[in-house]
């Protein structure tokens, strides 16, 4: 019974930024590694960014790294997912991800639950 919500998505210019949010509720989201993915169309879902728990852990795919950033208010039961200097590669629709284990996984399949989705166009 977790239900996961994305919001903040949208149409940007290049060199732009989003900041994306996703609220789950529940009372166990303190102890789920929180993932980001996307998944552009004809293509496979691919890991963006992940969050340990404790949120002193963090990775990043290499195509992301150095402009997003992911974070994490257990208070708020809330991942973010700021975005900065946006390229047309990344445009996807953005998923939300929540996984029980004590490790960030990078392989979608590893992930118990998932947001709806929300869509970020970055234009040229």
């Known amino acids: 019974q977790v239900q996961l919500v994305e919001s903040g998505g949208g149409l940007v210019q290049a060199g732009g930024s989003l900041r994306l949010s996703c609220a789950v509720s529940?009372?166990?989201?303190?102890?789920?590694?929180m993932g980001w993915f996307r998944q552009a169309p004809g293509q496979e879902r691919e890991f963006v960014a992940g969050?340990?728990?404790?949120?002193?852990?963090?990775s990043y795919a290499d195509s992301v790294k150095g402009r997003f950033t992911i974070s994490r208010d257990n208070a708020k039961n809330t991942v973010y997912l700021q975005m900065n200097d946006l390229k047309p590669e990344d445009t996807a629709v953005y998923y939300c991800?929540?996984?029980?284990?004590?490790?960030?996984?990078?392989?979608?399949?590893?992930?118990?639950?998932w947001g709806q989705g929300t869509q970020v166009t970055v234009s040229s």
């Open positions: 991800a929540a996984d029980p284990s004590l490790r960030i996984g990078v392989s979608a399949s590893v992930y118990d639950y």
């Open positions: 529940g009372r166990t989201f303190s102890s789920y590694t």
């Open positions: 969050i340990m728990w404790s949120g002193r852990s963090t």
